[in-house]
């Protein structure tokens, strides 16, 4: 799927995970998602902790909002992608917001980085990491963080018994939409966390509303921008793929059957 696809549909922050509407004004009826989109990416930074001179890794860089917003702040990224579409496009956009030179987006698999950084932060990535590879991604998280250093994550959710129950099930977002993917429980990054780790969840932001009203937002401008859109690669069979997929996940958030939480996570303090 190319970029000028997500480009229709997204906010100009090309942002593809929930926004976080201003909590003083109904999420219903919310309709400012660029501004949410960047109070979401800034709740994700201020969890991880991340400031001027902030040396930190972004797991899945996405579009590179995020890299260019902590770059603003003043910290060194460094940001890593399998998508050589979104490393084109993310560099570009960090040098049109004149932060190359604190931006280094690279495409290169997480668990082969090296080194150790103050803040890592990686927004919906572990729904497309797959359950065997769970222990992997915190283990990671877990190696490359340095003493002292935060890690918030923001995770689509399920509830526990969900997850079994489901797990080894193929779902038909599974066959179209998300290959491979499975959604985690809280008790399961928990486990994870307890088993594989030194990592603990130390707070929690809740935007299961929020990821309802986004999808909502984000179909709106889909059937808007259809016809610009409409080619002989995105095919009435996909529009109709497309609107389903959106709709069914708006569902989903807005009866409680799933949840999204940023989790920011650090280590047990030791005592000597």
Sequence with gaps: MSNDLFASFLDPTMTYSSAWFDDNEPVQTATRL????LRKIDGMLDLAGVGSGTRLLEIGTGWGALAVRAAQRGARV?????????????????GAAGVSDRVEVR?????????????????EMIEAVGEAYWADYFATLDRLLAPGGKVSIQTITMAHDRVLATRRSFSWIQKYIFPGGIIPSLQSID??????????????????????????????????????I??????????????F??????????SGYLGVSQLEMSREPTWS
């Design 34 to 37: 660029e501004e949410a989109q």
């Design 78 to 94: 460094t940001t890593v992608t399998l998508s050589r579409e979104q490393l084109g496009l993310a560099g570009e956009r960090a």
């Design 107 to 123: 495409l290169q698999d997480y668990r082969e980085v090296e080194g150790e950084y103050a803040a890592i932060v990686s927004v």
């Design 191 to 228: 486990d994870t966390l307890a088993a594989h780790t030194t990592l603990r969840v130390t707070q929690r932001r809740e935007l299961r509303e929020h990821y309802a009203r986004t999808l909502h937002l984000w179909r709106e401008r889909f059937n808007d921008h259809w016809p610009d």
């Design 230 to 243: 409409h080619s002989p690669g995105f095919t009435e069979t996909f529009r109709r793929m497309w609107d």
């Design 245 to 254: 997929y959106l709709a069914y996940a708006e569902a989903g958030f807005r």
